[in-house]
């Protein structure tokens, strides 16, 4: 893989880093608000993944919004930054606050997140304590059903904002990265991720239900 894999060719990037300890308090108040999830969706394929193993504990948008409103603010930051990275884009916030953005901890040895493709045209992934483990497939587009074997680990190191390519407005799927947070090993403990999602030039298109299927 590239050292420095840019958005434009892989499509991942490390483009920011941020202080988590800025985050602490927040961290600690949304630990005491998670869900466990424990849960597969989709199908194969599903029209927007394949079939896809959730086991961690989560605290959506909405919660997050109640209880630490002050990380919106740390959102609208990393859209900023986003935009000046990507000029010939508009970087745009998500309508649904739920999803926008989320906080998940992987606290039990085997938690993960299993391999998909982004309905949103960019997200952002930072660990804030532990650090970040991604499993993503080379070239993009390229699925796991066709050579998961040759699936490239990153490891990104805590406040590090790196961005994945989802759904395009020009390509769709068809150039999106595919990736997984790969079942946790007890040399990732504790790990605790914010992930952000965004869209691009105005293309919201997203499947149905995805946020009931995904945080319900």
Partial sequence: MNPTPRFET??????GKIDPAAFE????????HTQRRDKVTGGKHGGFGIEREFHDDICD?????EFAPELFDLYEHVRQLLQRRLPGHKVEASPWRNS????KSYNTLGDEHGWHVE???LTVVCAIEGRGRLHIMLPCGVSPDESADDAIELTYETGNLYMLRGHQPDTGYANAIWHRV???EARDLPRTTLV?????DGDF???EGIDAQHYN
């Fill in 205 to 207: 298109a997203r499947p």
């Fill in 25 to 32: 308090g927040d961290l600690l108040v949304l630990k005491n």
């Fill in 10 to 15: 892989e499509g991942i990037e490390h483009f």
């Fill in 119 to 121: 309905s949103n045209g």
């Fill in 61 to 65: 948008g909405d919660t997050i919004a």
């Fill in 182 to 184: 790969p079942p946790v």
């Fill in 100 to 103: 926008a953005i989320t906080l």
């Fill in 196 to 200: 952000m999602n965004f869209y691009l």
